[in-house]
Every structure is written in C-alpha cells, then in structure tokens.
C-alpha cells in the first residue's frame, strides 16, 4: 500500500501523541474522524503501526546511567550467535540490541541505576557470555536530542 499525505499526517500525529482522539486529528488533518479511523486501521493491519506504549523517563524510574555498549563475540558460528541472542534477550537493562558492521558486531544500548549497577552487568553478565569476547563501553553524559518519531519520506526529498 502506497501511503498518501493523509497517511503521513496521521502517523507523524500518532508519535507524538498516540493516544490522541480521532476527533482531536480531525481538526488538523482534513478528514472526519471516522475516515481518520479506518485509516489507522488500515495502517495497523498492514503493520506499518507496530505497537502503542507508554514513553517512560529512565530517571524517574531510578535507571540514571545511559551506556552504549559494542560487543564482539568470540566466534561468528550460527551456534554463537544464537547463544549471544538467547542469552541478551532475557536481559531487561539491555534496551536494544542491533547487528552493526564495523569492528564490533553488536551495539546494545543499556540503562543501569549507577556506574556501579552498569559495572556489575558488564562483568557479571556480558563478559560472562561464553560467546562475547570483549566490550568497549560509552557513557551519555546528556541527551541532547530525543527521539521524536519516524521521518516522513517526503523529509529526505
């Protein structure tokens, strides 16, 4: 499907304010409510709207350490990369994990409570892996700009 400026509108619309009423979109996009509706049906339904959730602040949370963290494994097997996957997936301070290219093969992106708790997971749960050779670790002193949302297509024009 082929989305129209419409499409784009809303979508930019919901990541700012995803619980935003279709009536409240109506007044800035030029469609009723319920042609606004359908149309983030339809976008749901061909997942081009993946999911809904709340945006919490890490801080408020007691989680004020943001680390970014490179991971090479010792082996590039199917095995070791499963066991690195497995093994990252039931780890709730790792936020994301991305295959990358470079020296590294992973970069994780990992909250932690202090420079402590962020010590304690390097050593105790990273390089614990049988399958991680080394980490190289950065700390965000501040954030300076926040995600705010997928780009339109029309932005890179």
Do not use: N, W
């Amino acid at each position: 499907m082929l989305l129209d400026r419409f499409d784009h509108l809303i979508l930019q619309a919901l990541q700012k304010d995803a619980r935003v009423t279709h009536q409240k979109l109506a007044q800035t996009i030029p469609l009723s409510s319920s042609q606004i509706g359908r149309r983030i049906q339809q976008l749901e339904e061909i997942g081009v709207i993946h999911a809904y959730r709340a945006e919490l602040r890490p801080e408020s949370m007691g989680l004020g350490v943001l680390a970014f963290i490179d991971v090479c494994l010792e082996r590039h097997g199917e095995k070791a990369i499963r066991d690195f996957l497995i093994g990252i997936e039931a780890i709730p301070e790792i936020l994301e994990a991305h295959a990358i290219t470079g020296d590294a093969d992973y970069a994780l992106r990992v909250v932690a409570a202090d420079l402590t708790s962020l010590s304690r997971f390097v050593m105790h749960k990273l390089l614990a892996m049988d399958c991680v050779r080394s980490v190289r670790s950065s700390i965000a002193l501040e954030q300076v700009k926040q995600f705010s949302g997928l780009p339109s297509p029309h932005h890179f024009s």
